[in-house]
Structures are given as structure tokens and as C-alpha cells.
């Protein structure tokens, strides 16, 4: 791609930082002279060529300056000029150095020489490569219709792939776990309520400035986006208060006022009951409610009957505890923030009236467009690249029968729900899928059930992926594209909306390596054999500069400034000029819209199934020094953080003579077992769950340095029920028990159970 | 004259692992396992007296008042001039393989002159030190407090990189310096009463949390003295480079 565009920064950097005076209040040291005379023995990083660009280790992409010496990228910082994350970055955006040059990269296109699955390739020539996708996708267009194509993407090297899959015509173009495995549920709540996605890919909440705090579930910290987590850290340093509800004693948890350890699948119970208990003692803002929001009435009467008393034994918390906190918070309105949570794929049914409620919450307390509270992104105009856009084909056509037609929310959303494109994959109905395209997703780490999905996979004519690395998704496809990493490419100009907006670009620091092509480069390649009109520009620096040039910038303007423009935040409101995104310009409380489907237009309990007898609840959650299961193989990170530890309540532990350390397995509710794990005894987990962090356990020998290590919570997560408004899948929903030495250890029941949270049945598994 | 120091603040960090992988990629600390200059070792959940404590433990070398490491180096001395980069003034040292730089206190390594014995990584109780003998001739090595990028006017890298502002680093001599006044104000040294050899990180956090890092990685043992006692400190390098050598050729 724009392999040879390197920028020309000749800024020698040591002398300009030094020549800055960095910190010399602090007392800093001055340029040592001799130093300065050897810029070419200059150690570290001193020294070296600098190129601002964008990080994409997560998607959270935050501005980075990378660091070359003698034409190596020797070191990763963030860009000082950014206001989100300024020379910061985390331990993931310090180790794409090591993604880069990852020995066990993709380096070649490859196709399938054994069965499927089994990771036995050929390597093959680029044109090859894309000849026989082009073939397959065209044949089974052809021969089953355009729905028979199904594509799951994410992140920026998935957006161009992403446009063939839409010209194509298929309703499944765009089948992101990103927003089924995880934001849908949350910003469906906010954008009915709101009318904006108060959460989606970002969070829109103000912790920097609030005087409260309230997480539910939510793991900052273990969840490290990088300004995310900067201004968590500055609202407790301002003196915030905080409340965390979680059943594990998490990173944030251990920086609570309150913490309230909660029953899994209670939550909304709480919600309620807090709801309730706002209303009832008029702690809610007096104005700002009826002027601002819609159904205070409705949502009045609705909850009424959760009280504290009905909530203690059902959370199984003290009410002394849930008042105390609740308290706290109301205190702090308007400035409280009721952060909405992220990903929220955790028991299927009542997840949206989960985030509802704390919609519900954050309005009550007037602290919608108040600092400290949800406010409002400040938009970018960005430029439109004229290049991108399928011209001549397909108008996307909905089937007769719609795998989207179950979902009555969905309707703002692209793509199709996961589930239903691997259930009707199996089935063949409402119509057959023979075709997949994964693009930057590890489908079988992410998506519940990953037999169910290689089930569906085998029954496939044909799959193919481009990635950077061979994990479990590039050994089950036929074809495997080597992608270049962000560190390689242009990619489209990026905004930023939260609280101190910028745009910049991403550019590459080196050339692709080996033979990896960029996505746009692949994407070109590929419409032109499927005769689409998709791409006119030559390559993506000149999309960059079309984006650009709209915006009146150009990378030339833009590098001058250090690779990124600030822009002038607008995140508040005061409340008599607030007008909300919605229909009516108000909150809606209780939503008319979901009750026409049958929905709950106030949130109710629907309580999810209880653990069986004899099982714990698998609960999941993040290394803070890994992105989902993508970077167990990098060697800094693998170093840091190699596996996954299985947290076993202490009491629960002595009682099957569990230590700490101890190598066990986990079985689930349909008997399936789980790698080796080593066990984390502590008091920091309640008694009827069981922690992993999300990701490891990889099942890909071709990930060296991963493979093996750890426990994957995904093969253990079995049971999943889809969430009627958009389909999302709930991960919440599997249980273990603990096998030693193959003796299988029932997990003893230390909390009793109120007859309103039935159990699972394990003869229906 | 400077002492530099560091404060790290426990109640800001989130235990993300930047500031040790800033380090590893600065300068390039091999990967194989225990090869460390900047750590983050998780503490708990576990129960204190104050209530339950998840903490971390980002630790670095203290850059001693009284560096056993230096102590125990058997290295030959010889007398090295050394310039302060931010006056110009001159003075004259004797230094072992290791020494106590006079201008900054920082603890350094000459690494033309170690040879490779292990004696100061044994000695030291706080572990910071580690013999790198992915070279052909192994030297010890640790943190430097980035001396050559606070020479640049820089921060050191795990500073510069922590996403919570949660390291503070600045000169102790300056009473009106950052750590001057954090220490002031409480932050404390990680030591117990076998060992205080005057290191020079403070750390500053809830009183769960400083209970359990205390707990758990306050030195307990005086390390050096085995190493001073133990068998004659030039024999041991002669046994280390054989065993090395043996090692490369195996």
C-alpha cells in the first residue's frame, strides 16, 4: 500500500525533546553535551526517526508517535500532541513492535491442503488467492442467491472487505461480534432512550468531572482504553466518589467507596429497587424530570413493588449496604455518572432492560449534558472519500424470510445477528449460507458455542479470512489472506468525539512485510474480479488525502502539526436547553415503541437461570495487557501475561481442598472441559461463580507462544440464549465445576438461593 | 547534587503493565523469563486488616542511599571523572563495576568492566537485578532510571508511558519537586526493619493497599550478608564464566 509513503519527519527527535526543556522544573537533567554529539551511538529509543500515527492494538486507537532507527520500528509512545492519550500508551500499544515483527506472522497467501481445521497448508500466489475467492463467491451467489454470502468483520482493515460483501447484496455483510457478542444490547437501550449510542464504541460518560460514580459490572482498568481509564482515574483523584457493583472484587472494585458484591443475574433487580427507592424519597431532580423526560408516570407505578426488601435476597445484599450507596450517589446529581456499561451480551433476555434502568438512573439524576454525567459527542465533519462506493451493483434486497425479522431493534443496525447466520449455516433454512468471510475476528475465541460454529463451518462450500496471525478462524478456512497490521498501511482519516476531539491519520512505519498486502489493496483486487466498481483510488494514501483535503487539510498540513488537530469540545447542556436525539426531544423512561413489540416498556426482573446444583456461573472479563484473544502470541505480552488463572472463592476452595496455584480443569453443564488452568484462590470472588479472563487457551499450534497456554472461557460457554430486541448473544449463561486429577468436585452451594431464581436444568443441556 | 526518586501512587494505578513494557521495548530486555528492569506483580484479592485489597506491586530498582549491590561488587576500582550534566562541575570517583552515580544517585552499571559474577543480583533484596546471559559474556543488569533519556531532558519510559499518572519522578534534594512533596506527605519507603538500605521509590496508596504490598514484598532478608559471607566473591566469577561458558558451548 502506501508502502513507500514514508513520512519524511526529520524532526531528530532527541535534540527537539531535549530542547523543550521536558519537566526541567522537576529538575531534570539538561542535554548531556556528550550525548548530543553522538546521535548515532544514542541509546534506546534516543534518536530515532518519528512517525505520529494511530494504534490499533485495540480499537480504541489512540494517536502514537512510532520510532525508527536504521529503517526499524524500535519503540511505540503515544503522541504528545494527542489530548486523549498525550505520550501515554498502554502496555498493548507499547508491544505492536511485537506484532510487527512476529515470527509466526501470516506471511503468504496460504490455502487449505488438509482437512478443514486441521492447519495443514500451501502457500500460494496472491493471484491465486483471490482468483479462487472470486470464483466461489460468484459461483455461490449465483447458484444460491446473494444471501448465501455472510461476512464477519471488525475493526479498520474489515471496512473496505466489508463494501464488496454489501454490493454483493447479502443482508449478512456486516456480522460484527463487536456488536453481537458485545455493545448491541447496551446501545439499543441508549439509542431508544437517548437517541444517540450513548455507548457503542465509546462511552459518552464524564467520570473525569463526576462527584460520583456508579460501575455495574463494568471493569475499568482491567478494561484498559486508554482515556477511558485516564479520566476514570481523574474523577477519583478530584475526590469522586464510587460504587461498584460486581460479584468479583475487580481493580476498580478495590478502589470503591461501596462495593456490592453481587448475585450474578440480579443486577436489574437492584436497578430496580434502587429506581424505585428514588421515586419513593423524591431524590430524583424535581425539574429536570418532567421538563426533560417522557413515562415518569408509567415508570412510576411500573416499579413500585421492587423494593429493598424484595432485592436483598434475590442480590443477596444487605439493604443497609444497596441504600448506603444509592444515597451516595443521588448526593452527587447532577453530577453523577451512571457509567452505561459496554459489553453487555450477558444473559440474552433482560440485557437491554439492564442498560435501560441505568438510563432510567443517570436521567433521574439530571445528569444528562451536566459535567460529571452522559454527555454529548462533538462531532468531526469528516471528509468523504468519493473513491469508496460500489457503483452499478445490487441495492442490498431483504429475503423473503429475514434472519433479521425475529429482531424488531435491529433495524438501525447493519448485518445479522452471529447466531442466526450459524444456525441457519447448519439448517439450510430460511435459506442456505454457503459462503463466509471473516475479516480481523477470531470467530471461534468470540462467539458462544464455537462447536455449534464449527459445526457450521464444515458445512460450508467455501471460507476465507484475511488476518495478520494464524489463530483458530485462519485453520478453518480454505483460503487465508496475510493482511498487513496497522503498523503497514493508511488507513481512513480518524475522529474523535468524546471529551477532547481530534482527527488524525494512521500511516505506515514501514513497508508490508514478506508478502502481506493491505486491506485496501486486497479489497481492490478482489471487486475487480467479481467485476464491482467499488475502489477508484489508486491506493489509500490518495483516499486519505481526498478525506482530507474536504476537511482542508492534507497529510502535508496535518504531519506539520505533529500527525493530529485538536478541535474545541461541546459535550454539555444545560438543562432548560436541552433537547435530546429522540422524536420528541425528551428521555424516554418507559418506551411505548419496545411494549408494541411485546417488549417490556418499563424494565421488569426476568430472572436468568441460577447455577444447578453442584455448578458455579462462568463469569469472564480482561487481562489488562491483552485484546480479546488476538495477542497471547505477542512475545512482550506473552511474557507479561502468558495464561489465565481460574478465581476460585477461598471458603469454596478449602471445601474441596483446592490451593492456590493447583492445576485443575473446568467442566461445563454439557460436560465439555476446559485446558489445564492454574487456580487463583481468594476471598475476591463470590461462591457460586468462577473467573477467567477472556481469551487464552488457544487451540492453534501455529501460535507458538500461545498455544496451549491457559483456559479458553469461550469452548466453555455453551448455553446461549439470543436477546429478543437485536439478537445479541448472552455469555453469561454457562456454568463449571472443577475437575482434579479426574475426580469431578461439585461446587458446595454457600449462598441460599430465593425461590424467585429458579435453576438451570441439566436434563434439558 | 541530586538524589532522583520516584513515587509511584498506588491509588491512581491500575496494575496495566505499561510502564514495564515501555521499559522492556526502551531497552530491549531480553524476554526469557525472570529478565526483568520493571515489574508489575499482582497482589490479591486478598484480606487485610482494613478490608479487602487488589493491588500491584510496579516495581523498579531503588537506587539506594546504601547500594549492598555496589557493596558486594568485586570488581577492581578505579577512579573515574565525572561530569554533572547540569552544572558542569567535576568530580573525581573511585568506582567498582557498579556505583552510586555522584550527581544524580542513580545506581549504574559500567558494563565494560562487570564480569558477569551475579555477586550485587544475589545481593540485592529487592530482586531488581538480573544477569543477562543471552550475551557471550553475561552482565548484570537492571533500571537505570533511564539516566540516558533524563540526560536527553526526558522522562524515564515508564514514567512517560503510564496511562494513570501514577509515577511520579523528580529530585529529592529540591524541597519543592514533586516527590519532595509526596514524600513529605507520606509516601514510604518499601522496607522492613531487617532491611533499610535507604531505597529511593516511595509509594503512596489506601491503607489496604500499603499493608499488602508491605506484606507481601517488603525484604525480609539481608541478602547481601550471604553474599559476603559466602564463598570468596573472585572465585565465584571464575565458576560463573565457566558455567556460562560451558552453557554456550552445550
Redesign the interface.
Same mark, same amino acid.
Given at each position: 500500500m502506501r508502502r513507500r509513503d514514508f513520512l519524511k519527519l526529520s524532526a531528530s527527535t532527541t535534540l527537539a525533546l531535549a530542547s523543550l526543556g521536558l519537566e526541567t522544573k522537576e529538575g531534570f537533567l539538561k542535554p548531556c553535551s556528550t550525548l548530543a554529539a553522538a546521535p548515532k551511538s544514542l541509546p534506546g529509543s534516543l534518536g530515532a526517526k518519528e512517525i505520529p500515527s494511530v494504534c490499533e492494538m485495540c480499537f480504541w486507537r489512540c494517536p502514537i508517535v512510532a520510532k525508527i532507527k536504521n529503517g526499524k520500528l524500535v519503540k511505540i509512545e503515544g503522541n504528545p500532541k494527542s489530548p486523549a492519550n498525550g505520550k501515554r500508551v498502554c502496555a498493548r500499544g507499547n508491544s505492536g513492535v511485537q506484532l510487527l515483527y512476529d515470527p509466526d506472522r501470516l506471511k503468504y497467501p496460504l490455502k487449505r491442503t488438509g482437512e478443514r481445521g486441521e492447519g495443514k497448508w500451501a502457500k500460494i500466489s496472491w493471484k491465486e488467492a483471490l482468483d479462487e475467492i472470486a470464483f466461489n463467491m460468484d459461483k455461490i451467489r449465483k447458484k444460491y442467491g446473494p444471501h448465501s454470502l455472510a461476512f464477519f468483520d471488525h475493526g479498520a482493515s474489515a471496512e473496505f472487505m466489508r463494501e464488496i460483501f454489501q454490493a454483493l447484496g447479502t443482508e449478512n455483510y456486516s456480522s460484527e461480534p463487536a456488536f453481537y457478542q458485545c455493545v448491541g444490547p447496551v446501545a439499543v437501550a441508549y439509542l431508544t432512550t437517548m437517541g444517540y449510542v450513548v455507548s457503542g464504541t465509546r462511552q459518552y460518560i464524564d467520570m473525569a468531572n463526576a462527584k460520583a460514580m456508579l460501575l455495574v459490572g463494568t471493569h475499568i482498568g482491567e478494561n484498559v482504553h486508554v482515556s477511558h481509564v485516564r479520566e476514570f482515574i481523574q474523577g477519583l483523584s478530584k475526590g469522586a466518589k464510587l460504587v461498584v457493583v460486581d460479584p468479583r472484587f475487580s481493580t476498580a472494585a478495590n478502589k470503591a467507596d461501596i462495593y456490592l458484591p453481587i448475585r450474578p443475574g440480579t443486577d436489574t433487580a437492584l436497578l430496580l429497587a434502587w429506581i424505585n427507592y428514588v421515586i419513593e424519597n423524591k431524590l430524583y431532580d424535581e425539574p429536570f424530570v418532567p421538563r426533560n423526560c417522557t413515562g415518569f408516570n408509567e415508570l412510576k407505578s411500573a416499579v413500585k413493588k421492587y423494593t429493598f426488601e424484595w432485592a436483598a435476597p434475590i442480590c443477596d445484599l444487605k439493604i443497609e449496604d444497596m441504600k448506603a450507596a444509592i444515597e451516595l450517589l443521588a448526593k452527587a446529581r447532577p453530577n453523577t455518572a451512571i457509567h452505561p456499561g459496554r459489553h453487555s451480551t450477558w444473559y440474552g433476555r433482560g440485557d437491554v432492560g439492564r442498560h435501560h434502568c441505568l438510563s432510567i438512573l443517570a436521567s433521574l439524576f439530571g445528569s444528562i449534558g451536566a459535567p460529571g454525567g452522559i454527555y454529548f459527542p462533538t462531532p468531526i465533519k469528516k471528509g468523504h472519500a468519493h473513491c469508496v462506493a460500489c457503483k452499478g451493483e445490487n441495492e442490498v434486497e431483504e429475503p423473503d424470510v429475514s434472519l433479521r425479522d425475529k429482531y424488531p431493534f435491529i433495524e438501525a443496525l447493519p448485518g445479522t445477528p452471529t447466531a442466526e447466520i450459524i444456525k441457519a449455516t447448519i439448517s439450510g433454512k430460511p435459506y442456505p449460507i454457503k459462503l463466509w468471510g471473516i475479516n480481523g475476528v477470531n470467530i471461534i475465541q468470540t462467539i458462544p458455542n464455537p462447536y455449534e460454529t464449527i459445526k457450521a463451518i464444515k458445512n460450508l462450500d467455501f471460507i476465507f479470512c484475511e488476518e495478520m496471525m494464524p489463530g483458530e478462524t485462519a485453520i478453518w478456512s480454505d483460503i487465508i489472506l496475510p493482511g498487513a497490521t496497522y503498523l503497514e498501511r493508511y488507513d481512513s482519516v480518524y475522529t474523535y468525539d468524546l471529551l477532547t476531539p481530534y482527527v488524525t491519520v494512521r500511516q505506515p512505519v514501514t513497508e508490508p512485510l514478506f508478502e502481506v498486502k493491505t486491506p485496501y489493496w486486497i479489497a481492490k483486487e478482489l471487486a475487480k474480479r467479481l467485476n464491482l466498481d467499488c475502489f477508484r483510488c489508486g491506493n489509500e494514501k490518495e483516499l486519505v488525502e481526498e478525506e482530507l483535503k474536504q476537511m482542508g487539510l492534507s497529510l502535508e498540513k496535518l504531519n506539520a502539526e505533529g500527525g493530529l488537530l485538536k478541535f474545541k469540545a461541546n459535550p454539555y447542556r444545560k438543562p432548560d436547553e436541552l433537547t435530546m436525539p429522540t422524536d420528541t426531544g425528551k428521555i424516554l423512561l418507559s418506551v411505548p415503541d419496545f411494549a408494541e413489540e411485546d417488549l417490556d416498556a418499563v424494565p421488569k426482573f426476568v430472572a436468568t437461570p441460577a447455577p444447578p446444583k453442584g455448578f458455579a456461573r462462568l463469569i469472564y472479563g480482561r487481562s489488562p495487557v491483552h485484546t480479546f484473544s488476538r495477542t497471547m502470541n505477542n512475545l512482550w505480552l506473552n511474557h507479561e501475561w502468558p495464561e489465565n488463572h481460574a478465581w476460585i472463592n477461598d471458603e469454596v476452595a478449602a471445601k474441596l481442598k483446592i490451593q492456590d496455584g493447583e492445576t485443575i480443569i473446568l467442566e461445563n453443564e454439557h460436560g465439555k472441559r476446559s485446558n489445564p488452568i492454574k487456580a487463583k484462590v481468594t476471598p475476591g470472588i463470590r461462591p457460586d461463580c468462577i473467573y477467567m479472563a477472556h481469551g487464552f487457551g488457544c487451540k492453534s499450534k501455529h501460535l507458538t507462544k500461545a498455544f496451549k497456554k491457559g483456559a479458553s472461557d469461550q469452548y466453555l460457554i455453551t448455553t446461549y440464549e439470543n436477546d429478543p430486541f437485536m439478537g445479541a448473544s448472552s455469555h453469561r449463561t454457562s456454568f463449571v465445576r472443577i475437575v482434579k486429577k479426574d475426580v469431578v468436585k461439585d461446587i458446595p452451594d454457600l449462598r441460599p438461593l430465593p425461590k424467585e431464581l429458579p435453576r438451570f436444568e441439566l436434563n434439558k443441556a | 547534587m541530586?538524589q532522583y526518586a520516584m513515587v509511584i501512587d498506588l491509588?491512581?494505578c @491500575?496494575? =496495566?503493565? !505499561?510502564c514495564? *513494557?515501555?521499559c +522492556?521495548? /526502551?531497552?530491549r530486555v531480553p &524476554?526469557e $523469563?525472570g529478565y526483568r528492569r520493571n515489574w @508489575?506483580k499482582r497482589i490479591?484479592? $486478598? %484480606?487485610t486488616p482494613f478490608g *479487602? !485489597?487488589?493491588?500491584f506491586y510496579p516495581g523498579l530498582c531503588n537506587h539506594c542511599d546504601h547500594p549492598v549491590c555496589v557493596d558486594v561488587c568485586p570488581a577492581d576500582p578505579i577512579t573515574r571523572n565525572f561530569t554533572s550534566?547540569?552544572d558542569g562541575t567535576n568530580k573525581k570517583m573511585e568506582i567498582k563495576a557498579t556505583f552510586k552515580e555522584p550527581f544524580?544517585g542513580i545506581v549504574l552499571i559500567d558494563k565494560e568492566r562487570c564480569i558477569g559474577c551475579g555477586a550485587c543480583v544475589e545481593a540485592c533484596p529487592y530482586g531488581a537485578r538480573y544477569l543477562d546471559e543471552t550475551l557471550d559474556e553475561p552482565k548484570a543488569d537492571k533500571c537505570t532510571f533511564?539516566f /540516558? +533519556?533524563? &540526560?536527553?531532558? #526526558? /522522562?524515564p !519510559?515508564c514514567v #512517560?508511558? =503510564? *496511562?494513570?499518572? !501514577?509515577r511520579i519522578?523528580?529530585?529529592l534534594k529540591?524541597p519543592n &519537586? %514533586?516527590v519532595s512533596k509526596l514524600i513529605k506527605a507520606g509516601a514510604k519507603r518499601l522496607q522492613s526493619d531487617v532491611v533499610q538500605i535507604g531505597p529511593n521509590v516511595y509509594w503512596k496508596g489506601s491503607k489496604k493497599?500499603l499493608h499488602a504490598l508491605f506484606k507481601n514484598f517488603a525484604p525480609k532478608q539481608r541478602t547481601w550478608e550471604d553474599v559476603l559471607n559466602g564463598p570468596d566473591l573472585m572465585k565465584r566469577s571464575i565458576l560463573r564464566a565457566a558455567l556460562a561458558s560451558s552453557k554456550r558451548s552445550g
Open positions: - | 541530586s491509588a491512581k @491500575v496494575g =496495566c503493565h !505499561a514495564a *513494557i515501555a +522492556r521495548a /526502551e531497552w &524476554s $523469563e @508489575v490479591g484479592p $486478598e %484480606k *479487602i !485489597a487488589y493491588t550534566a547540569k544524580t533511564c /540516558e +533519556r533524563i &540526560s536527553a531532558g #526526558q /522522562e !519510559a #512517560q508511558t =503510564c *496511562i494513570a499518572d !501514577a519522578f523528580g529530585d529540591d &519537586s %514533586k493497599d
